[in-house]
Nanobody, 118 residues
Framework: QVQLVESGGGLVQAGGSLTLSCAAS????????MGWFRQAPGKEREFVGT????????NYAGSVKGRFTISRDNAKNTVYLQMNSLKPDDTAVYYC???????????WGQGTQVTVSS
């Protein structure tokens, strides 16, 4: 069974930092693009960013660019989301995704809550 399990969420004050981890199991994702999405209360799920299979290419939403960094460790089958200068608008459930096929990501984690207080 393939699983993506996020961890590292929590409550942080505005201006603070958090690092989320996404540990994959059941298959290797070393050849796949991985990424993060988020969903705030009452809003649609939105794209946060992606990282290429070898980690050399990243892509970010404009709202997080310059504050968030995605990295990966293929030996550990794990992807990370480093979030700095957090804002209350970053409050959301953050989802890890993997294996982009035919216009969608095949695998999604269950999400981890990030709450940023003002």
């Amino acid at each position: 069974q393939v699983q993506l399990v996020e961890s590292g969420g929590g409550l942080v004050q505005a201006g603070g930092s958090l690092t989320l981890s996404c540990a994959a199991s059941g298959r290797t994702f070393s050849g796949d693009t991985m990424g993060w999405f988020r969903q705030a209360p009452g809003k649609e799920r939105e794209f946060v960013g992606t990282i290429s299979w070898n980690g050399r290419s990243t892509n970010y939403a404009g709202s997080v660019k310059g504050r968030f960094t995605i990295s990966r460790d293929n030996a550990k089958n794990t992807v990370y989301l480093q979030m700095n200068s957090l804002k209350p608008d970053d409050t959301a459930v953050y989802y890890c995704v993997g294996a982009y096929r035919r216009g969608r990501y095949e695998y999604w984690g269950q999400g981890t809550q990030v709450t940023v207080s003002s």
